[in-house]
């Protein structure tokens, strides 16, 4: 099985390759379109700011490639987020595979911004949770969010219900960091090979 990580100058690559070898999975990182429409299973992870990383997709054609895929994708943290319509995020117009738009939380007392830490998902419905337990823990750092919209297949709760993961066709997609959520986001990645 060819599994691909898309390259996009986003942050916390390397720690999507240890958590991939942890399993036993093997991958291959690149950002060529050939690569990409030929594996069998694509990662779009990352960190980092919504308008730097969707101006090196356009440069490089890959806002028009992930959105024509037709294997599974899974985006996690700002892949999810760049998968949706928009961001409030500078002002930036993502892929729209997911049409919904990604707000900041408000300030709320007593609350900091960004979410961050564990924090538990709740109502999953998705072969990505399969064998997880009820109201899992998986660890959060982020300071936009999708609503709980049509695609959401898991939610979690801070300031307000958000969309702690999202499906539609042959695209999945989590807020959180699967590949430092321990054996919870190992499991999501292992059942996320196995589709």
């Known amino acids: 099985m060819k599994t691909v990580i898309v390259k996009y100058n986003a942050g916390n690559v390397q720690s999507v390759m240890y958590a991939l070898d942890r399993i ?4 291959l990182y690149t950002d060529d379109e050939n690569e990409i429409r030929t594996a069998d299973k694509v990662i779009f992870p990352g960190v980092g ?5 969707m101006s090196y997709l356009r440069k490089t ?13 899974f985006g996690t943290c700002i892949g999810m987020q760049l998968m949706c319509r928009y961001s409030e995020e500078n002002n930036t117009e993502c892929m729209g595979i997911f049409d919904v738009d990604v707000k900041r939380f408000p300030a709320t007392p007593g609350l900091k911004v960004p979410h961050m830490g564990w924090n538990n ?10 064998q997880l337990s009820d109201n899992a823990y998986v660890y959060f750092v982020h300071s936009y969010a999708a609503p709980v919209c049509e695609f959401t297949v898991a939610s979690c709760d801070y300031i307000h219900p958000f969309s702690a ?5 042959n695209f999945y997609a989590a807020q959180f960091h699967c590949e430092i959520s321990g054996n919870v986001g190992q499991q999501i990645i292992e059942n996320f090979l196995k589709i």
């Open 61 to 73: 054609g890959l806002d028009k490639v992930i959105p024509s895929l037709k294997q599974p994708v």
């Open 24 to 27: 036993g999975a093997t991958y």
């Open 49 to 53: 700011e919504a308008s730097t990383a």
């Open 121 to 130: 998902i709740y109502g999953y419905n998705s072969a990505l949770t399969d």
């Open 165 to 169: 993961m999202l499906q539609k066709d």
